[in-house]
């Protein structure tokens, strides 16, 4: 039973656009969010997270809401630009002192110049 | 200075024989996880050592697979008589204490012929 969902395998968007990558989850415990980016034959790389009782983090071109009451935080990155083609992992924390990370089976981007 | 290093990069063994893999955290990180991605899937927790605390085993699979720290250093997982559902990416992370902000390595591939 997945407990973070990331419903879209890939996403392709034009370089400059914006990027939103979305991730829902099922369990209410979960209080801290966190975004990983992952290039081939690397590994995955933290990039952005949030603590649950904010509802946006923002660094630089990349910025993630979350919506407690939907269960659903969503990457943007703007501009867009080639070099962020890449698969994103969304992971979840369940709990202060947890240190096991739950993950979605990531979203693979393209940025197309 | 050097992050996460794990080795073989690649491993490829029949099925039925023992592999291991090696893990060389961040130096001065006192947290170290196992995880696994297999193909299509998000990141599964493993294991997890801290400093000198009985290691978190409640991920491994089953009783083949196992892993040890030492020195608080170095890890090794070991899984014994491999199966073809072993095939995976094994990813290695390192933090500074149970932090959810975790320094991966680039993962050794295991395929189980």
């Known amino acids: 039973d997945q407990q973070v969902k990331q419903n879209s395998p890939s996403l392709s968007v034009q370089e400059g656009r914006i990027s939103i990558l979305n991730c829902d989850y099922t369990?209410?415990?979960?209080?801290?969010f966190l975004w990983y980016k992952k290039y081939p034959a690397e590994g995955p790389t933290f990039l952005i997270s949030?603590?649950?009782?904010?509802d946006k983090n923002e660094d630089g071109r990349f910025t993630v809401f979350l919506n407690k009451s939907a269960k659903h935080l969503s990457l943007h990155i703007v501009p867009s630009q080639p070099g962020d083609s890449a698969v994103y992992f969304c992971?979840?924390?369940?709990?202060?002192?947890?240190?096991?990370?739950?993950f979605g089976k990531g979203t693979k981007l393209s940025v197309i110049p | 200075g050097a992050g996460v290093s794990q080795s073989p990069s690649n491993k490829v063994t029949e099925k039925g024989k023992d592999v291991e893999l090696r893990c060389d955290p961040i130096?001065?990180?006192?947290?170290l996880y196992w995880y696994r991605q297999s193909l299509g899937q998000g990141l599964e927790f493993l294991i997890y050592?801290?400093?000198?605390?009985?290691?978190?085993k409640s991920g491994l699979p089953s009783d083949r697979f196992s892993a040890e720290r030492t020195g608080g250093s170095v890890s090794t997982l070991t899984i014994q008589r491999t199966q073809q559902e072993d095939s995976a990416v094994y990813l290695c992370?390192?933090?500074?204490?149970?932090?959810?902000?975790?320094?991966f390595g680039s993962g050794t591939q295991l395929s189980v012929l």
């Open positions: 369990n209410s415990m979960f209080d801290y």
């Open positions: 992971a979840a924390r369940s709990g202060a002192g947890s240190y096991q990370l739950t």
């Open positions: 050592f801290q400093g000198n605390s009985a290691p978190d």
């Open positions: 992370a390192s933090s500074l204490g149970a932090s959810e902000k975790l320094f």
């Open positions: 949030i603590s649950s009782i904010k």
């Open positions: 130096s001065g990180h006192t947290a």
